[in-house]
Structures are given as structure tokens and as C-alpha cells.
């Protein structure tokens, strides 16, 4: 069965929790959405409070999540503002995960098509994302149309003698 998708959804208690626990677990899985394994879920909510802070109605960005046949989170996203009237026409592709549980479902592809039609749904002509080097992740998002236009060398320390390339990636729409 595949996801039901809702952009904004209302950031409840229990929402925030559940999207905290699928960071936290795609993080620990070795997921590259901010963190090096092992995490906690407190250290997760220090970056998952301001960001869910931003999406919805009082904010510039928005969260895309993906519900299982339960209702829990499988998957979600969040398309961030661009930061800048001259950047309106785009938007950025932040934070995709899919739960560990949901892998190899094809969670995935289905995240990244329902993004593409909510940024279109926001009147964005690109998206633009960052990937971790040496994942592979880049692979997966050229599979639905992205194309690398830069790389930073080192840009991303996981620890002492362990940095990695920063590659960017945009898909126009």
C-alpha cells in the first residue's frame, strides 16, 4: 500500500514525536539527514523544534509527510524557502528520509514525485538539493531527473580525517 501524502499537516505533539523518532531511526540506520550514528532522539529535537517551526501557515516552508496504512510517518520531507525574492521561483528539497521499516518499498520515488507536485502546487520552477558524498544518494535523485551542477570538496566533516564531498543537485520543473 503506498503513502498518503499531506503537505502541512497540523505539527501536533504527537506528529512532532513520531517525526523525531523516524530522524532519529533513519539517522541511526546511517541515513545522511544531519547526523553521524548513534543520535538521541533529544539531540534530533534540537534541530527538529526550529525546523518544524518554519513549516505551515505562520512559516516560509513546508512539510511534506507521508503517512502508512496506520497513519504513522513513513516518510517525509521538508521544501524550504529559497531565502530570497530573487530565489522565490525555487525551492530547496530538505531532510528526506524514509522510515527504516519502509525501505525497499519504494517509499522513496514516491517522497520524491509527491515533492515534485507540491512544488508545483507553490508555483516552483526548480528544486534544489545538497547530498552527502560518498552515499551514493546522488544515484537516487538522478533517477528522477536531478543533475549535479557543483561539488564542494570536504565540505561535511563526519569526524577527524572522515570529510566529504557536499554535491548539489537541482531539478528543474
Request: charged share 25%.
Amino acid at each position: 500500500m503506498s503513502p498518503r501524502f499531506v503537505t502541512d499537516p497540523e505539527l501536533t505533539g504527537e506528529l512532532v514525536d513520531e517525526l523525531i523518532e523516524c530522524w532519529t531511526e533513519v539517522s541511526n540506520a546511517g541515513g545522511a539527514v544531519g547526523f553521524v550514528p548513534p543520535v538521541t532522539a533529544a539531540e534530533v529535537r534540537e534541530l527538529a523544534l526550529p525546523t518544524f517551526a518554519r513549516c505551515g501557515a505562520d512559516g516560509p516552508d513546508h512539510l511534506l509527510a507521508g503517512f502508512d496504512e496506520d497513519g504513522r510517518v513513513a516518510c517525509w520531507l521538508v521544501l524550504a524557502d529559497a531565502g530570497s525574492r530573487l530565489r522565490a521561483h525555487w525551492r530547496w528539497v530538505l531532510r528526506v528520509m524514509v522510515h527504516p521499516k519502509h525501505q525497499g518499498r519504494g517509499y522513496g520515488a514516491l517522497l520524491m514525485r509527491a515533492a515534485e507536485e507540491a512544488a508545483r502546487g507553490l508555483e516552483a520552477e526548480a528544486l534544489h538539493l545538497t547530498v552527502r558524498g560518498g552515499t551514493g544518494t546522488e544515484a537516487f535523485y538522478a533517477r528522477f531527473g536531478y543533475t549535479e551542477v557543483g561539488r564542494v570538496p570536504g565540505a561535511i566533516r563526519l569526524s577527524d580525517g572522515d570529510d566529504r564531498d557536499e554535491i548539489y543537485m537541482v531539478l528543474q520543473l
